[in-house]
Structures are given as structure tokens and as C-alpha cells.
């Protein structure tokens, strides 16, 4: 291999959601998590002798509601068995939809606009969760295991990419894109970190200009965005070296070390289970018909890109490459909402988006309580000058404590009452007097001074003084 | 609660003395308040032991499930109950139903009560030979490939497989689950029917359970059969025995001489039943059986790590039978091997299926055997699979199609043994069937 092959990345994934169902996919068992082991459990979900498997309605609504999403064709399909034994797989086989998913083909484009194909979201069950005990935790080296069956039958949609992306950075925008798809639907909470959401990348190499695909290797433990693009990276440049290397990149399944930042085998394609999948007979065809389809397309609010070109629209033409990112952010969050809202009681949307982007986003649980006209209401106080920008941010650090509130009472009792014209007139006046030589230089032209003004200011007020309303006293005087 | 004989005949794996007992009480109870009792009240009924019965053993007649009490009752179970019928016991079976002799069982062989030294058939040959040994009236079984038709014929009794569908499912533990039905044992037809009935119904349970009413067969067993067409199907008859096949021929005499059109028909499609069965069936049992691992009920034989121990459990827990078909099942879902086998089995199972079809459309009925021989000796076919499986080559095409089928006790072989006359019937026309093989009881020779 000569030495001037640029390669290129074709990466593929694939992602589990976890649907937040009330109850599991066959079974009446809640679907929680978190709750005390083994507590969630019946003879369905456990694979008692005996027991069968009843398909949840909600379930199918939300996959539909995904595969909508994604402008999949919702079609007639069938589940089927795949057969493998595992202690956290109670009845030894899972029940999978195979070869007639319920969501075939579609596409997700990001906000980019590259546009990664889907080949199919279908339908299955989630296993039980194994826990390692004794030993170093892992597997290998454990004395024995524990199951809990809670999240045995949970209900998952697996949405499968088709191999478009090509770095590591696209790779991560579909997944925080499809994230954000997977929440506006209402299918998932889209926490990784809890495992409602878990992608394994496919990553192959080739020549830059060559159309043949590389042996691919599938990456699974990525527990976070930032584990898959880092991932994908090493993994890339791992199999680049093998290649330049002279030797081939062998088809298997690799595991992601976060803190060594590597992967590593976990088996073969030898090593492969062969899952002999059949057609599962104790569930009948689901072929969701023309007005359910219907019903479940209509009832869709929505999606993340729609929300963000809302945005855009209500800044202007003006929307800046940060105001861009604090776009992207709100509708990530799910914080958008708030930003609407005090665009609809006529609030400047570029002041808006800063609060929901930075203040109400670092604590966006309480964001996503916070009532939006309350929002509104503090954005439209500040925008009037009725509070200065420190002091809308204790204001709204109380009212996201406190889960809302008025914002003008809240401003009172905090003491944040906006100082009369006549007192910023002359305790500008008293600043100035105070600071002669400053001030002459301030005069003739040295800007970095304003800034010791404003706060000199707002100093001797308690921060009651508005700092725009400073600023146009100092001009005013220096005039 | 009489149990002489059992010892013989060792129809039961476990009786119920005192749950049965209490069910007395309550049905007592019932009647006395002037409450319904229900249409089987103090009516003694044996339960195969693939039936899920909460806290007590149910053991498939496999040493896998030693321990196992389930925690909750089979839907049939519970609907005998609301019946006022009284659950007897736990009748003896072949391991998770795969044999048709009963011997097959981890806790022993039952006899046929007709000859101790004749197998009862099987795999409900518990629930068969409870019945024909009068200790009780009636009984359930499972039908998967002939599992209730074929015993019931060699101890002649009458034993139904309902329509696929029509009897839920929940709490049988499944051999083959495309296959599989529940069904009643009686002496009489007429009852039969009655069980039928309470059995009978959707299920929300079960997801295969039909959703078509269920209308009684009982009140109109009677009915005769005038200008029924019976389909007298040499397709069912031509492997027989000759002293079987003499004994189809005179009932069909006897349902003519009732006034029913005969005509011979051929379905040269069954066939291949034979062959697409024990594709099929073994395939889903293979997924079926996986459960029993030892990781979380019944048998557990300790090993080094978890694959060592689902090897070690399953080794020690299944016997020769099912591992074979466990074997053969696994075999035909393989990759590369699919197509060729489980796949091919489908599509002469379609094949099957159309062929009732088409019989369907030029008669109402079909009349044939139910099993090739009368009882045969215990121990004669056990160390030939072959020659067992092809017990069931009769009953086999009604559980590929999922159709109704009965089989009547009609006259004895040279051997002075019962014979089984099978009527088969398209699906959901139970109650034609019922009528069908009550006129075939009626003209049985006494």
C-alpha cells in the first residue's frame, strides 16, 4: 500500500431506544427503571412454562410514531424468534422483528442538512440486566451473577442507519439528532446514561475515491456521545495501521474501553451465534391499518428541525453562528418552548434564547418545569429595563428553584426594585465626581474605562442600576 | 375418590385429594345459596400435567421441571373451576408431549386399562386411560399431532383436538406452538361437547386465541345426519390395519345407513404431513425447550460457569426423546439448512392446507382412522422413532391445517381391542363434527 492512500470512514449505526411505555411489550408489568430488583415481573416476562406474550398497543403506536419520524414506510410485519442462551434472556430466545420490520427505509438529515439513510426501525424486547459479582466485575472473572428481570420484555425499537456517515463528528450529530427525534416523538427519555438509548457503531475503512466497502468491525459499550466519537476514532486509525500495516482487518465485535480510550475484540464472526430465527407463533401478523396510521402521523408534534428553523425564523434574518449553537442547544434540551413563549408576549427572541440557552439550560430539569409565561414574564421585565441582567439571572435562578413564580414579586421580595431616573442620574454623578482622572480619560477616548464605570455603578446601587441605562448616562455626560 | 387400579394402570401423577376436596365444598356451598354451580358442578375432571396448576407441581412428565409449582393456573384451568368441575389430578404423559405411548415418561409408563400389557397412546395417554378406566369422567389433553385423537382411540374413549384457536393456550406449556391445542376426553360424545364448551372461547391472553363466538355444540349433538356429505378419505385409511380399515368402512355404512351422503374422496397431500410435522414441530420445540436452563426454575445441575451448567442441566433433566427432537428441531432452523428443511416443511404445510380446502368445497366431513393399530404392546416401537412416529400419520394434517377433528370408539380389532373412527371437520364446525361422530357412536357395535 503506498504511503499517499488518504482514507475515508463509512460508519454505520445502530440504536436501541428504550420506549417510555407504561407497561412492558407483552406483558401488563410496569416499565420503570430504577425500581427494586425482581419487582416488576410476571410469568410472561419471566418465561414461566406455560405463559405467552400479548402485543402492547402503545408500544406499536410509539414505533410507529419513530418510524413516522424518520419517513419510514410503515408496513404489514410479522415478529420472530432469536434463539440464543443467556442467563439475562429468560426464555433463551428474544422476540424480534426479523425479515418484515414495522418501519422500513426513511431518512434522518441533520442540521447540517446531510441526509443519512435508514434502513429500518423495527421492533423488540429488552433482555434482563446481569451484575457481575465477586472477582474484578467482569465477566470472566466474577464468582457468580445476579439477574433482574425488571427490564426483561421492556419494550425497544432498534433503528438501523445505512453505512452514509463518514467522521466521527457526523456520527455524533446523527445520534444527538436522532436523540432529540426520539424525545419529540414521546417513543423515549433518550438517556443514555440510564440506557435508554445505546448505539454500537459499524466502522469500516477504504480509499478515498473507492466505492468497495472494508471489513467492518461493530463497536458496542458506547455509553455517551462523546464515547462514540472517540471510539470511532480510535477504531478507524486502528484499522488504517492494521492495513498500512499489511495486514486485514477481521470481522468481529468490539468492545469499548472508555478509560483506556480503546477497543477491543469480544468475538469473532466465527465466534458469531447462529440465532435461527423463525417465525414466532404465539404472535399473530401486526399490519397497522390506513387510519391508525393516520391517527398516530397526526398526533405528532414537531420535529427538533422544525423547532429549530421556528427559531431562526423569530430572530431575523440576524442568527448569528453562536446563536446558531444556542438554537441547536434549546431544542436539544427541550427548552425551546420557554424561548417561544416570550417571543409570543413580544420579548426580544435574542435575549430570550441567551436566558433559556445558558441560565435555564445549566439546570435544565427544572427548565423543562419552569412555566413558560413565567419565562416570558422575566424576559419582557428585563427587556424593559425593569431589571438589569444580574439581577433577571438571581431572579430566574429563584423562580427555576422554586419551579416558576411572578417574576415581578419575586424581583420585590428579593429587594430588585429598578432605581427612579432621578437616583441612576445622580449616582452616575456621584461615581464621576468620585473618580476625576478616570474620567478624563474616559473623555478622551479610552473605552476599557466604561466598563470600570458601569460597575462602580452598580457597586453603589446594590446592582440595582440597569447597566444599559449606565452606559446611556455615561454617554450622555461625556456628550 | 377412588384410585384402585392406578397402581396398574398408573394414569395419575399426583391426585388432588385435598384441593379437590374444598372444590367439592365450594360446589356444595354453591348449591345450597341457590347460586348456579355451574354446568360441570361436582363433575370429577384429570388434567394432563403440561397444565398449569398454581402451586401444584407441573411436571410435563419431565425431570427438568422437578421443584417447579407454577405460580398461577392455566386459563382452562381456572375456567373448570368457574364450572364447578372438581380437578382430580395430574395425569401421566410422554415428556412435554413428545411420543405417542406414554412411555416416554420420566415417572414411568401408564397401561392401557383395556390390556395392562398394551400402551395406553400417548402423549395424553394419562388423561386417556383415566377416563377408560373410569376414574373419571372426562379429562383433558393436548393435541400437537395427535396427542389426544390417538390415545383416546387406543383406549377407547372419544377425544377431541378443537380448532386451532378455539381454547386458549395460557398456562399449557407449549411443545409446539403453531400445533398445539387443548381438547377433552369422555366416554360419551355428549360430554365431550359439554367440556368443549366450557373450554371454548377467546382468550385476551392468548394472542392465537380466536376471536370468532363460540356457540354451544352440546344442546344440538343430536341432531343427526341427514344429507351431511361425508368425505370417506382413503388417504386415512389405506396405511392401516386391515381389521382397522374393516371398522372405518362400518361406520361409514352406519353414518349412510343415518342418512349421510358418503363419497370416497383422495387427499393425496397428507402424505407429506408426516414428514413436514416432525420438521416443524420439533423446530419450535427446540426454541420452546430452551427455557429450561436451570438458571431460574426446576432442575439445576451445578457447573463451573452458566454455559456448563444449562449443559449439565439440560443433559441430566431431558430424556431421550425430547433431546432428539431438540436435535433435530435445532438442526432444521440452522443456517443453511432452512430453507431445505423448515421452510420446505411450510410450504407442504400451505400445500396441506390447501388440500383441505379443496376437499372442503365437495364435502362437509372427513372419515377416516385415527390411529394405523389398536393399543400395542409396551415396549414394541420404543427403540424404533420411525415406526412410533408413524402413530400419528392419521391425525397429523388436522393440526398442520389447525382443523377440528374427533376420534369415536367404533367396534374392536382381531386383537379384541378398541378402535378410533377420526371425523375431521373444517374450522369452527365443531358442532357439525360432534354431530357427526354422535351418529357414529350410535351405531357402534355394543
Redesign the interface.
Known amino acids: 500500500m503506498s504511503d499517499d492512500v488518504t482514507w475515508e470512514m463509512v460508519i454505520g449505526l445502530e440504536v436501541h431506544c428504550e420506549l417510555a411505555t407504561q407497561t412492558k411489550l407483552f406483558c401488563g408489568c410496569r416499565n420503570a427503571f430504577g425500581d427494586e430488583p425482581n419487582t416488576n415481573v410476571c ?1 410472561t416476562c ?10 402492547n398497543a402503545q408500544a406499536v403506536e410509539l414505533a410507529m410514531r419513530i418510524g413516522t419520524a424518520l419517513h419510514s414506510e410503515i408496513k404489514p410485519s410479522t415478529f420472530a ?1 432469536k ?1 440464543y ?1 443467556y ?1 439475562d434472556q ?4 428474544q422476540i424480534s422483528q426479523y425479515d418484515q420490520p414495522l418501519n422500513l427505509g426513511g431518512w434522518l438529515d441533520l442540521p447540517d442538512g446531510f441526509r443519512v439513510g435508514i434502513t429500518r426501525a423495527h421492533m423488540e424486547e429488552d433482555t434482563g440486566k446481569l451484575t457481575h459479582i465477586g472477582g474484578s466485575g467482569r465477566i470472566n472473572a466474577a464468582h457468580h ?1 445476579q ?1 433482574d428481570y425488571n427490564r426483561s420484555g421492556v419494550p425497544l425499537v432498534e433503528i438501523v442507519s445505512e453505512p452514509d456517515m463518514q467522521s466521527a463528528a457526523q456520527a455524533r450529530a446523527y445520534a444527538s439528532e436522532l436523540r432529540g427525534i426520539l424525545v419529540a416523538t414521546g417513543a423515549s427519555d433518550g438517556r443514555m446514561e440510564e440506557g435508554s438509548m445505546r448505539v454500537d457503531a459499524n466502522v469500516s475503512v477504504r480509499p478515498v475515491g473507492t466505492t468497495e466497502f472494508g471489513t467492518r468491525c461493530e463497536i458496542k459499550n458506547l455509553n455517551s456521545l462523546r464515547s462514540l466519537g472517540r471510539a470511532i476514532d480510535y477504531e478507524a486509525a486502528r484499522q488504517i495501521a492494521l492495513i498500512e500495516g499489511g495486514e486485514k482487518v477481521d470481522q468481529e465485535t468490539r468492545h469499548w474501553d472508555e478509560s483506556a480510550g480503546r477497543t477491543s475484540s469480544m468475538r469473532s464472526k466465527e465466534e458469531a451465534n ?1 440465532y ?3 417465525p414466532e ?4 401478523p401486526l399490519a397497522p391499518d390506513a387510519p391508525w396510521r393516520a391517527r398516530v402521523a397526526e398526533g405528532m408534534g414537531p420535529m427538533p428541525a422544525d423547532r429549530r428553523a421556528e427559531l431562526v425564523a423569530a430572530l431575523g434574518e440576524s442568527a448569528t453562528t453562536a446563536e446558531q449553537d444556542q438554537i441547536r442547544a434549546v431544542v436539544d434540551l427541550g427548552l425551546d418552548a420557554l424561548v417561544m413563549a416570550a417571543v409570543a408576549a413580544r420579548a426580544p427572541a435574542a435575549l430570550a434564547l441567551a436566558r433559556a440557552s445558558n441560565e435555564v439550560a445549566a439546570d435544565h430539569e427544572a427548565g423543562l418545569a419552569l412555566p413558560t409565561e413565567s419565562f416570558a414574564a422575566l424576559v419582557s421585565l428585563e427587556a424593559n429595563g425593569g431589571l438589569s441582567a444580574t439581577q433577571s439571572k438571581a431572579v430566574l435562578a429563584a423562580m427555576l428553584t422554586n419551579g416558576g413564580g411572578d417574576p415581578a414579586a419575586l424581583a420585590k421580595e428579593m429587594g430588585f426594585e429598578a432605581l427612579g431616573a432621578g437616583t441612576l442620574t445622580s449616582a452616575v454623578a456621584d461615581v464621576v465626581a468620585a473618580h476625576p482622572d478616570e474620567w478624563t480619560r474616559l473623555v478622551e477616548g479610552d473605552a476599557k474605562l466604561q466598563g470600570f464605570f458601569v460597575k462602580a455603578v452598580l457597586d453603589a446601587t446594590d446592582n440595582k442600576a440597569n447597566g444599559k441605562e449606565v452606559v446611556a448616562e455615561l454617554r450622555r455626560l461625556q456628550a | 375418590m377412588t384410585t384402585a387400579g392406578d397402581a396398574d394402570v398408573h394414569a395419575f401423577l399426583l391426585l388432588l385429594r385435598d384441593e379437590a376436596l374444598a372444590q367439592a365444598d365450594a360446589v356444595d356451598a354453591a348449591v345450597a345459596q341457590g347460586r348456579d354451580p355451574g354446568p360441570l358442578a361436582g363433575v370429577p375432571v384429570a388434567l394432563k400435567d403440561n397444565l398449569c396448576t398454581r402451586g401444584v407441581p407441573t411436571t410435563c412428565g419431565s425431570k427438568i421441571l422437578d421443584g417447579w409449582h407454577p405460580p398461577y393456573d392455566a386459563t382452562v384451568v381456572e375456567q373448570l373451576r368457574a364450572a364447578g368441575a372438581i380437578a382430580l389430578g395430574k395425569t401421566n404423559m410422554d415428556e412435554f408431549a413428545m411420543g405417542s405411548s406414554t412411555e416416554n415418561s420420566a415417572f414411568g409408563p401408564t397401561r392401557n386399562p383395556r390390556d395392562t400389557d398394551r400402551v395406553p397412546g400417548g402423549s395424553s395417554g394419562g388423561s386417556a386411560a383415566a377416563v377408560a378406566a373410569g376414574f373419571t369422567p372426562i379429562s383433558l389433553g393436548s393435541d400437537t399431532g395427535g396427542s389426544i385423537r390417538q390415545p383416546a382411540a387406543l383406549c377407547g374413549v372419544v377425544g377431541m383436538k378443537p380448532t386451532y384457536g378455539r381454547v386458549s393456550r395460557y398456562g399449557l406449556v407449549a411443545f409446539a406452538s403453531s400445533l398445539d391445542q387443548i381438547g377433552p376426553f369422555a366416554t360419551t360424545v355428549d360430554d365431550a361437547a359439554l367440556l368443549f364448551d366450557v373450554l371454548a372461547g377467546h382468550d385476551p391472553l392468548d394472542s392465537t386465541s380466536l376471536q370468532a363466538p363460540s356457540p354451544s355444540t352440546a344442546p344440538n349433538v343430536g341432531d343427526g345426519v341427514e344429507g351431511v356429505r361425508v368425505g370417506l378419505c382413503a388417504d386415512l385409511i389405506e396405511g392401516c390395519a386391515p381389521d382397522v380399515a374393516a371398522q372405518v368402512y362400518a361406520a361409514a355404512e352406519a353414518l349412510a345407513a343415518a342418512g349421510a351422503k358418503i363419497d370416497e374422496i383422495r387427499v393425496p397431500e397428507f402424505a407429506y404431513g408426516l414428514s413436514a410435522y416432525y420438521l416443524i414441530a420439533p423446530a419450535e420445540a427446540s426454541s420452546n425447550l430452551a427455557r429450561y436452563d436451570g438458571v431460574r426454575y426446576g432442575l439445576r445441575v451445578d457447573a463451573d460457569d452458566a454455559a456448563a451448567m444449562n449443559t449439565a442441566t439440560r443433559t441430566a433433566g431431558f430424556g431421550a426423546e425430547v433431546k432428539r427432537r431438540i436435535m433435530l428441531g435445532t438442526y432444521a432452523l440452522s443456517a443453511g439448512y432452512y430453507d431445505a428443511y423448515y421452510a420446505q416443511a411450510q410450504r407442504v404445510r400451505t400445500m396441506v392446507m390447501q388440500a383441505f380446502d379443496r376437499a372442503y368445497l365437495s364435502v362437509d366431513v372427513l372419515l377416516g382412522a385415527t390411529a394405523p393399530t389398536t393399543a400395542f404392546a409396551l415396549g414394541a416401537k420404543i427403540d424404533d422413532p420411525m415406526a412410533m412416529y408413524m402413530n400419528d400419520v392419521c391425525t397429523i394434517p388436522s393440526n398442520l391445517s389447525g382443523h377440528p377433528a374427533i376420534s369415536v370408539p367404533f367396534g374392536v380389532g382381531t386383537d379384541g381391542l378398541p378402535v378410533g373412527i377420526q371425523v375431521l371437520a373444517p374450522a369452527l364446525e365443531e358442532a357439525l363434527l360432534f354431530r357427526v361422530a354422535a351418529a357414529v357412536e350410535a351405531a357402534a357395535p355394543k
Open positions: 410469568p419471566l418465561g414461566l412454562p406455560g405463559s405467552l406474550p400479548v402485543l424468534r434463539n442462551f442467563p429468560p426464555k433463551d430466545y451473577a439477574v447462529d435461527r430465527y423463525f407463533p404465539d404472535l399473530v
